[in-house]
């Protein structure tokens, strides 16, 4: 069991209103992925914009050494120019995801371009893993831009938005800064996004930071895939996955 870290008054009616935010939203965008279920306070810890050369592999060794599975949001290009670090990642046990083919803004795109995009990154996907296209449905949207309609679209299309709950900019803003950030931010079933590829303190470091920092209050953590099970599926799982 995880005990409940202090926090003060403000940081109370802070959580309590990205809660009801977060209610309003997942009303009016049915099937997008904010936060996992109350029934499980696990959180999931994601990257977004890799591969990259500079981050991928020290990524890998900090998740193993913490013993933590996250979810890897791919821009399908980089997956096309560094396969093997993408191969790396499925292979070491993480999920992969989608986050564009080109790093477009969704709503910039016509629709037709929007599913050929995703169609080539999921190609790319399952050309560096030898999975089937199919298996990587977990999508999310390049600048966290989108319309309702591009969910709507993206639904029918069999893909699963996944947006997020904590998303320190770390790129620009110093380690303490975000250790703070999340600290005062990360919350039962939150999603974390953190990047890959960017400026600023490199995201391997950061993240052994985080994991302990997280690990100390007694955060655990779970998968995109089984927390989108969780919060959409009537049928509970009966076996624990990563
Ligand atoms: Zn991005």
New binding site residues.
């Given amino acids: 069991m995880k005990y409940l870290p202090r926090i003060s008054s403000g940081e109370v009616q802070t959580a309590a209103y990205i809660e009801k935010a977060h209610r309003l939203l997942q009303r009016r965008l049915p099937r997008a992925l904010w936060i996992g279920s109350p029934a499980d306070p696990r959180v999931a810890l994601s990257f ?2 890799g591969p990259a050369p500079r981050d991928t592999e020290a990524l890998l060794t900090v998740l193993q050494r913490h013993g933590v599975a996250a979810t890897f949001f791919n ?1 399908g290009e980089r997956v096309a120019a560094h396969p093997a670090l993408a191969r790396a990642v499925f292979t070491a046990g993480h999920q992969l995801g989608i ?1 564009g083919y080109r ?1 477009l803004a969704f709503p910039l795109i016509s629709v037709p371009g929007l599913h050929a995009d995703l169609q080539r990154a999921q190609n790319a996907l399952a050309d560096a893993t030898g999975q089937n296209p199919d298996h990587f449905c977990y999508v999310r949207p ?2 966290g831009w989108f319309t309702p309609s591009t969910l709507r679209h993206l639904d029918t299309w069999g893909f699963r938005p996944v947006m997020w709950t904590v998303v320190p900019p770390h790129w620009l803003q110093s380690q303490q800064r975000t250790y703070s950030d999340i600290r005062r931010e990360m919350c039962d079933s939150a999603i974390l996004v953190l ?1 890959e590829g960017l400026p600023g303190p490199p995201v391997a470091h950061l993240t052994d930071e985080i994991l302990s920092r997280l690990e100390d209050r007694g955060f655990t953590f779970t998968s995109i895939d089984r927390m989108w099970r969780t919060v959409f599926d009537a049928q509970p799982l009966e076996s624990p996955l990563l």
């Fill in positions: 977004d914009d821009i986050h790093h390049p600048f990047h």
